[in-house]
């Protein structure tokens, strides 16, 4: 069973959506609606939605918009908080509905347009988390990432133009539609999110010696060969990980190339988005465990799975991590391994040689101190402990510490890992 630090709600979250797309991919008009229950030991007066894709416009023009469900806005019109017709009490389950009209930026973005290719990454509205420190309603952040939800079930229809692919997560099933047009229908469960994408791709599929099904969908600018080489990366690269780290749970991942990113890839449950550069494919997999099953606050935490995936994309390209305390220095004595996105937005140049080079160089470290069978067993047996559930700082420090009986004390302190 998932460990839990305190109590997280609203929990068992599940969202049921039908979205019907223009004749680009890029629009979407439907509806959403979400259960959850109470889990807390007191009343629950209100939920906060997240619309993380609003920071592309703000309040002045918000790309994902509700109607039907009156609320107040916040955080640049990423944050809607929506007071409950009346008292949850623990225990009790809710519901809140609303229509939704999401339209895609015309940027090649985790949520934005490469031409006739569109990408949907946290474009549905999901329930912020509240725990003992209250709600957490974070800023967005383009460096990295602010996402926090809990693990959720997704069903979700999308009705599009049959000459358009739409990879998503979860498992979909297509079904002919009114003339011209597709219904695809994609189940998730326990997934923290749903992304997907439309347009006119190219598609291969394999199946990895584990049983993962993996479709690659290439945009025009991705040449068959390079479509190809990631596919046979990927049907490795999950059954790696699943060893190192527990059975991939989804049965399917769709791997989503497109050259024109500005950024190396992007992860969603079971859906990924790459440009044509293999050590990111193997990275954003990784990231199908620490983030996806194995949560964490990204904002506020964001070593949790970033340090973490990148370790495990050295393990998995046989990268030993030799020498790297000196190749990746401190340059301030605010630098902490376990710093928020607040303070790498505010050092933005700092944030990916500390968080993800000097982050997965601590978790080599570790395993040099430990030794590489407790590493091996610590990392299998956190990630099954917290299946589903939420990493911490504290949880992990005190999960390592039990796997070795050499004080990690120096240890911690050297790395700069608080909490």
Not at 46 to 51: N, Q, S
Not at 174 to 183: H, L, V
Not at 309 to 331: H, K, Q, V
Not at 366 to 374: D, F, M, S, V
Request: net charge negative; proline share 7%.
């Amino acid at each position: 069973m998932p460990q839990a630090d305190t109590v997280h709600t609203p929990a068992r979250p599940a969202y049921t959506v039908a979205l019907r797309s223009d004749a680009t991919g890029g629009s979407w008009r439907g509806h959403e609606r979400i259960t959850f229950t109470n889990a807390s030991p007191r009343p629950l007066h209100e939920v906060y939605l997240r619309l993380w894709d609003n920071s592309h416009g703000g309040c002045a023009a918000p790309p994902v918009r509700l109607s039907g469900l009156p609320g107040d806005y916040s955080l640049d019109c990423t944050a809607l908080r929506v007071a409950l017709p009346r008292p949850l009490p623990p225990g009790a389950a809710g519901t809140v509905e609303f229509d939704l009209a999401v339209d895609a930026p015309g940027a090649a973005d985790r949520f934005g347009r490469d031409g006739a290719f569109s990408f949907l990454g946290n474009a549905l509205p999901v329930l912020a988390v509240h725990d003992e420190a209250g709600w957490h309603l974070d800023p967005y952040t383009g460096n990295g990432e602010s996402f926090y939800a809990l693990a959720a079930d997704f069903a979700v229809t999308l009705d599009h133009p049959s000459e358009l692919l739409v990879p998503a997560t979860g498992s979909a099933v297509d079904a002919p539609g009114a003339e011209g047009r597709t219904i695809t229908r994609a189940a998730a469960r326990q997934v923290r999110d749903f992304a997907w994408a439309a347009g006119p791709f190219t598609r291969i599929t394999g199946r990895s010696p584990g049983g993962v099904r993996i479709g690659v969908f290439a945009a025009a600018n991705v040449t068959a060969e390079d479509a190809r080489r990631m596919l046979d990366l990927a049907l490795a690269t999950i059954d790696a990980h699943s060893a190192r780290y527990g059975p991939y749970p989804y049965g399917e991942l769709a791997v989503v190339l497109d050259n024109a990113f500005w950024f190396s890839g992007m992860e969603y449950p079971a859906f990924v988005l790459d440009r044509v550069k293999p050590s990111a494919l193997v990275h954003e997999l990784a990231h199908q465990w620490w983030y996806g099953i194995v949560g964490d606050d990204q904002y506020r935490a964001p070593w949790l799975d970033e340090s973490f995936s990148e370790y495990a994309t050295d393990l998995a390209l046989g990268r030993t991590g030799e020498g790297c305390t000196a190749a990746t220095p401190w340059e301030s004595d605010a630098e902490r391994l376990t710093n928020p996105m607040a303070y790498w937005d505010a050092h933005p140049a700092r944030y990916e040689a500390v968080v993800y080079d000097h982050g997965a160089c601590a978790l080599h470290e570790l395993r040099r101190l430990i030794g590489p069978a407790a590493m091996s067993a610590l990392l299998h047996d956190y990630a099954r402990t917290h299946w589903y559930g939420l990493s911490t700082t504290a949880a992990f420090k005190s999960a390592a510490q039990a796997a070795t009986l050499v004080d990690l004390t120096p240890f911690w302190r050297e790395h700069r890992i608080d909490g």
